[in-house]
C-alpha cells in the first residue's frame, strides 16, 4: 500500500513551453501533497504543499505564477511548469500524506529537461 | 528555521565494513526523523521512520538511533555490500504550528561500497 506515482517519468521540451506533472495516490487519500525540487547533488528543497480543495501555499522565493499547482481530487494534484526555461531544468518529486501526523509517501520523480 | 546537517557528506569503502552516517538538526521540536535511500536519478526509498517518542529502529541491516534533545541520529549499515551504493538522506518532520508535519532534509550522503 501507500503508492505514489508520478507522470511524466521523464520530459524533454522547447525553452518558453508549458510542461504538467501529475502526481497521484493510488490506494489512500491524500489530503495534503507536496512538491519538492532537487538540482544535481542537492537535497530536497520544498516548493510548495497543496490541500485538496484549498490554494496551494508557495515556498519563498517558488513563483506561484509559474508553477501553478491544483490539487483537485484527494488522489491528484498537477504541478504545470509555466513558460520553462532552462533554468528550470530539474528532478521533481512528489509526496502524499493523509493527515499532518502521518507519514509522506513518494512518488518516483520527473526529470524535467528545458532545452 | 530547521536546518539538518549530514555527516559525512561522501563515504567509500569496501565490501564488509559496518557503517555510521550521521545526521544532526538544530530544533530539537521534531514530530518524527525518517532516513531515506536515493538512488541516481530515482525517487525515494523510505527505510526507517523514528517517531519523537523513540529512541531507535531496526530493519535488517540498518539501525537507525535518535537523540531529540541533543537533536541526532545516526544510520548504521552493518556488513556493507555493493548494492548498498546510493545517497542516504535524513529528514526531519516539524512538529509545531502551521509548519506540522512538513519534512526538513539534509544533503545526504554519497555512499559508494566496493567489491
Known amino acids: 500500500g501507500a503508492v505514489v506515482s508520478q507522470h511524466p517519468s521523464r520530459v524533454i521540451c522547447k525553452s518558453g513551453t508549458s510542461v504538467k506533472i501529475e502526481c497521484r495516490s493510488l490506494?489512500?487519500?491524500?489530503?495534503?501533497m507536496f512538491w519538492y525540487r532537487q538540482f544535481p547533488k542537492q537535497s530536497l528543497m520544498l516548493m510548495a504543499t497543496?490541500?485538496?480543495?484549498?490554494?496551494?501555499?508557495?515556498e519563498q522565493g517558488v513563483e506561484k505564477d509559474k508553477f501553478l499547482i491544483n490539487h483537485a481530487s484527494l488522489t491528484l494534484s498537477t504541478l504545470t511548469v509555466t513558460s520553462a526555461h532552462p533554468e528550470d531544468s530539474s528532478f521533481y518529486i512528489c509526496s502524499a500524506r493523509v493527515s499532518s501526523y502521518n507519514e509522506q509517501f513518494f512518488g518516483p520523480g520527473t526529470r524535467l529537461t528545458v532545452l | 528555521k530547521q536546518e539538518v546537517t549530514q555527516i559525512p557528506a561522501a563515504l567509500s569503502v569496501p565490501e564488509g565494513e559496518n557503517l555510521v552516517l550521521n545526521c544532526s538538526f538544530t530544533d530539537s521540536a521534531i514530530y518524527n526523523l525518517q532516513w531515506f535511500r536515493q538512488d541516481p536519478g530515482k525517487g525515494l526509498t523510505s527505510l526507517l521512520l523514528?517517531?519523537?517518542?523513540?529512541r531507535e529502529q531496526t530493519s535488517g541491516r540498518l539501525n537507525a538511533s535518535l537523540d531529540k534533545s541533543s537533536g541526532r541520529s545516526t544510520l548504521y549499515i552493518a556488513a556493507s555490500q555493493p548494492g548498498d551504493s546510493a545517497t542516504y538522506l535524513c529528514?526531519?518532520?516539524?512538529?509545531?504550528?502551521?509548519?506540522?508535519?512538513?519534512?526538513?532534509f539534509g544533503r545526504g550522503t554519497q555512499l559508494t561500497v566496493w567489491p
Open positions: 523514528i517517531q519523537s517518542s523513540q
Open positions: 497543496s490541500n485538496e480543495g484549498s490554494k496551494a501555499t508557495y
Open positions: 490506494d489512500f487519500q491524500a489530503t495534503t
Open positions: 529528514a526531519v518532520a516539524a512538529d509545531r504550528g502551521s509548519t506540522l508535519g512538513r519534512l526538513y
